[in-house]
């Protein structure tokens, strides 16, 4: 929504640079502002899947926790930047960093979502190209040649001007 194309989620991503070891510290933050933990056995979820489900349940917005420790996670948060919103200031993951999390997911919408931020910002796709070289080296995926595809065309809408 920052970078591209303005569209209703009804959930926001943390990211809280924590291992789980770190869950009672992230749970005492959740009720404190008074989220719903959507889980019942905490503890094993979050083992599992390094993520914390939760939800305001005033607005229907579902606030997931993500752990995170590994190199890339790290360096994605050093490159994050600091938006004004609401009279404060609010981080947000780097163009580069939304780009790299959509083409993992793969999902139709999210690379229609690549499509608009590559139209509307300026982005340094060696970096987008070395961490979904080492992204598919481990996972045994193909998102960089996905994004390649992705990169060409919005190139070729540019020069055709449109």
């Given at each position: 929504?920052?970078?591209?194309?303005?569209?209703?989620?009804?959930?926001?991503?943390?990211?809280?640079?924590?291992?789980?070891?770190?869950?009672?510290?992230?749970?005492?933050?959740?009720?404190?502002?008074?989220?719903?933990?959507?889980?019942?056995?905490?503890?094993?979820?979050?083992?599992?899947?390094?993520?914390?489900?939760?939800?305001?349940?005033?607005?229907?917005?579902r606030?997931?926790?993500?752990?995170?420790?590994?190199?890339?996670?790290?360096?994605?948060?050093?490159?994050?930047?600091?938006?004004?919103?609401?009279?404060?200031?609010?981080?947000?993951?780097?163009?580069?960093?939304?780009?790299?999390?959509?083409?993992?997911?793969?999902?139709?919408r999210?690379?229609?979502?690549?499509?608009?931020?590559?139209?509307?910002?300026t982005?340094?796709?060696?970096?987008?190209?070395?961490?979904?070289?080492e992204?598919?080296?481990?996972?045994?995926?193909?998102?960089?040649?996905?994004?390649?595809?992705?990169?060409?065309?919005?190139?070729?809408?540019?020069?055709?001007?449109?």
């Amino acid at each position: 929504m920052l970078y591209g194309e303005p569209r209703l989620t009804r959930d926001i991503d943390v990211t809280v640079g924590l291992t789980p070891s770190h869950l009672p510290r992230v749970l005492a933050v959740v009720q404190s502002l008074g989220l719903q933990v959507l889980v019942p056995d905490v503890t094993s979820f979050v083992e599992q899947t390094w993520v914390l489900p939760t939800l305001d349940e005033a607005t229907g917005l579902r606030v997931d926790f993500i752990f995170s420790r590994t190199p890339y996670e790290q360096s994605a948060m050093e490159r994050a930047r600091k938006v004004p919103l609401g009279g404060g200031m609010v981080t947000f993951a780097s163009p580069e960093d939304v780009i790299i999390h959509k083409m993992l997911a793969g999902r139709a919408r999210d690379e229609e979502d690549v499509r608009s931020i590559l139209r509307k910002q300026t982005v340094d796709a060696e970096d987008i190209r070395q961490w979904l070289e080492e992204f598919d080296a481990a996972l045994g995926t193909a998102t960089r040649s996905k994004f390649e595809s992705l990169w060409e065309e919005v190139q070729a809408e540019a020069k055709q001007g449109r």
